[in-house]
């Protein structure tokens, strides 16, 4: 897709990589019949991925399970992922398959030239190094788009490129304390707890997915790129607005309220510890308040006309919470989802990650697949959680060994020899 694409032939030339315009369109039209699957979206877009960890990858790997090709590009001492402590490589695995990988020393002349010379030829190019970085390497975005002015050179950061906390230090823990998520995380008058998974980062990596795709679809009308960038502090905002109506409509910050509702507006929104684990109910309305009372077989509550209306609910929130606990705790969780679901309440198992990777519903989708690692290990793996149409789901393949295609990119990309290759590696560039 690097041809201008400001006509009517604009999707075809964008495939061109993969297909003539002719097979294209044939096989467009084959598709409308039902006779083969449609290309996936991003087929013929090429992706440099200086992404490490799980924001930037996590964007990239959205991208290639849509068709784009991404090329992970790793330091000598590759992606920090790669060797983490109790969590191992899974997280490595399950961000970069479908990737062809290779090392490029950026601290060197000649790896900065070959980005230069790599990023002609992309239509994207991902980071989420601090913002000082790429600029201090002399490849930051205006260096880069003057290689290639149709390239979308997308960044990632804690807090953005400009503004007073532009250099501060960022982390997922840092930033959900900085969001103000953390002081609505917790058990009322408890301490402030973090999310138990990395939020920021997969929030931020998922609007980072989003503002790339639509600079590209800004390109096809255009033909020029531009820098974007998401900061993670910025993505988690969205996550406040409860709290926030809370601060416009009472002129106070709500106080933690465990796991019932911030503003405590729907009863019950809990969660309630049954013989053999926990679920998890809501009330959202009060036909759910109703069939609630005929689940738990207390018809005393449903008769009760001081409780039809979520107002009168609110006021007995204490009280309506013990007797849904008691009725809870005699059964199983099992049997408490059932009888919810049964009565159409909202209700679901709180299961942990073990019952996750084993959830049928999600393997029969062909959202978890399991892969076997280089040590022989079986692991269930997720695919996008993104569907297109027409388009079958991409099959996972194993993320890349530490700079497998360094070569195979240079000679395909930059038209290196092989006596090239040769002094690169033994300068240590690749």
């Given at each position: 897709m690097?041809?201008?694409l ?21 096989a ?47 330091p ?6 790669r060797?983490?402590g109790?969590d ?5 695995r399950?961000?970069?398959g ?18 230069i ?6 239509d ?6 601090a913002?000082?970085v790429m ?9 880069l788009?003057?290689?290639?002015p ?5 960044s990632a950061?804690g807090?953005?490129r ?13 930033i959900q ?24 980062d ?5 609007h ?34 409860p709290?926030a ?13 465990g ?13 309630f510890?049954t ?7 809501v ?6 308040w109703?069939n ?20 009168g609910?609110i ?5 309506l ?6 009725w809870?705790?005699t ?15 909202p ?25 076997v ?9 997720p ?10 789901l ?5 993320p ?14 930059c038209?290196l020899?092989?006596q ?8 240590g560039?690749?």
């Open positions: 690097n041809a201008p400001d006509s009517s032939t604009a999707q075809a030339e964008g495939w061109d990589r993969h297909w003539s315009d002719a097979s294209a369109q044939d467009g039209a084959a598709a409308a019949q039902g006779d083969v699957p449609l290309p996936l979206p991003l087929a013929g877009v090429r992706v440099l991925d200086l992404g490490h960890v799980f924001q930037g990858p996590y964007a990239t790997f959205l991208m290639a399970m849509a068709g784009a090709e991404v090329i992970k590009i790793e000598p001492q590759g992606d920090m992922s060797r983490r109790r191992g490589d899974y997280p490595f399950a961000l970069n479908c990737k062809r990988g290779m090392v490029l020393n950026l601290k060197t002349e000649r790896g900065r030239e070959l980005l010379e790599l990023a002609r030829s992309a994207v190019l991902v980071e989420n190094f913002p000082a600029p201090r390497l002399g490849l930051g975005a205006d260096v788009l003057k290689a290639n149709r390239l979308i050179y997308a950061s807090f953005g400009t503004g007073p906390y532009a250099d501060k230090l960022a982390l997922d823990l840092t304390a900085m969001s103000g998520l953390m002081s609505a995380t917790g058990e009322q008058g408890g301490r402030p707890l973090k999310a138990g998974v990395p939020v920021a997969f929030m931020s990596g998922a980072l997915y989003g503002a790339i795709v639509t600079a590209l679809f800004e390109r096809e009308r255009t033909g020029r790129g531009r820098a974007i960038e998401v900061s993670m502090l910025e993505s988690l905002f969205a996550t406040l607005l709290a109506g809370h601060v416009y409509a009472s002129n106070s910050v709500p106080k933690r309220t796991n019932r509702h911030v503003a405590d507006s729907y009863v019950p929104f809990d969660t510890e013989a053999d684990g926990w679920v998890a109910i009330c959202a309305t009060d036909e759910h109703a609630f009372t005929k689940a738990m077989g207390r018809a005393d509550l449903r008769e009760d006309a001081s409780l039809r209306q979520l107002h609910r006021a007995r929130i204490d009280e919470t013990a007797e849904i606990a008691k809870a705790a059964r199983t969780r099992d049997e408490v989802t059932a009888l919810c679901q049964k009565h159409h309440v209700a679901a198992p709180l299961r942990d990650v073990m019952e996750v990777l084993s959830d049928p519903h999600l393997k029969e989708r062909g959202f978890l697949t399991q892969q690692t280089d040590s022989g290990a079986q692991v269930v793996l695919n996008s959680p993104m569907r297109y149409e027409g388009s079958g991409r099959a996972l393949q194993p890349p060994q530490l700079g497998q295609h360094s070569e195979e990119v240079l000679a395909e990309l038209g020899s092989q090239e290759l040769a002094q690169l590696r033994s300068d560039v690749i």
